[in-house]
């Protein structure tokens, strides 16, 4: 498979826990890295590999894979992590690097 | 500290060639791999290919037939060709650096980005 799948849009209430989910067959041999995006930014990278953290990103962040499934978990959601959110891995074949469709984060 | 930049024309007629560079501050581009990427306003993320310092490069299957990515390690640059272009390439388009391993890659950090339209 060729894509990286993700829901359109995800809301969650400040301070709860909210997963973000990508789905390909390309993850269950490659982890996924996660980009957040605020309107007019460049994406920041959030998670890579397993569940490893850029520095000054807050621990609240996290990732994990199972299957072919890669999810972004924000524990304790902030007004300030409203974003669309990317995940970017290879495809089955491992030839070619992919971006999932995102997902824009509404924390209400 | 890393920093990219994004240059060129920020309009560009249809069927012409898109040309954009990349300057890196901060690291030599002769560690790691350097890429392309858009956006089309509104829409998702689009990875667009990479470079090694050495020349070897890899693009995306939608967009080889089309498109090519050089390294000028003199100036610590790399540039973007994207020829006979439509409106369909109208996007912000970004540079990033990629780190990539056996079982995981990431892109940090990427420049601000530049819009270019096509137009006539």
């Known amino acids: 498979s060729s894509e990286l799948t993700q829901d359109p849009a995800v809301s969650v209430a400040l301070g709860q826990t909210v997963r973000i989910t990508c789905q390909g067959d390309g993850l269950r041999s490659y982890y996924a890295s996660w980009y957040q995006q605020k309107p007019g930014q460049a994406p920041v990278v959030v998670i890579f590999g397993k569940n490893n953290r850029p520095s000054g990103i807050p621990d609240r962040f996290s990732g994990s894979t199972s299957g072919n499934t890669a999810s972004l978990t924000i524990t304790g959601a902030q007004a300030e992590d409203e974003a669309d959110y990317y995940c970017?891995?290879?495809?089955?074949?491992?030839?070619?690097?992919?971006f999932g469709g995102g997902t824009k984060l509404t924390v209400l | 500290q890393v920093r990219l930049q994004e240059s060129g024309p920020g309009l560009v007629k249809p069927s012409e060639t898109l040309s954009l560079t990349c300057t890196v501050s901060g690291d030599s581009i002769r560690s790691f791999y350097w890429s392309w990427i858009r956006q089309p306003p509104g829409k998702g993320l689009e990875w667009i290919g990479y470079i090694y310092y050495s020349g070897r490069t890899h693009y995306s299957s939608s967009l080889k037939n089309r498109v090519a990515i050089s390294a000028d390690t003199s100036k610590n640059q790399f540039s973007l060709r994207l020829s006979s272009v439509t409106t369909a390439d109208t996007a912000v388009y970004y540079c990033?650096?990629?780190?990539?391993?056996?079982?995981?890659?990431?892109?940090?950090?990427w420049g601000q980005g530049t819009l270019v339209t096509v137009s006539s």
């Open positions: 970017n891995s290879r495809d089955s074949s491992r030839n070619f690097l992919l």
């Open positions: 990033a650096r990629l780190v990539d391993t056996d079982f995981y890659s990431w892109f940090d950090p």
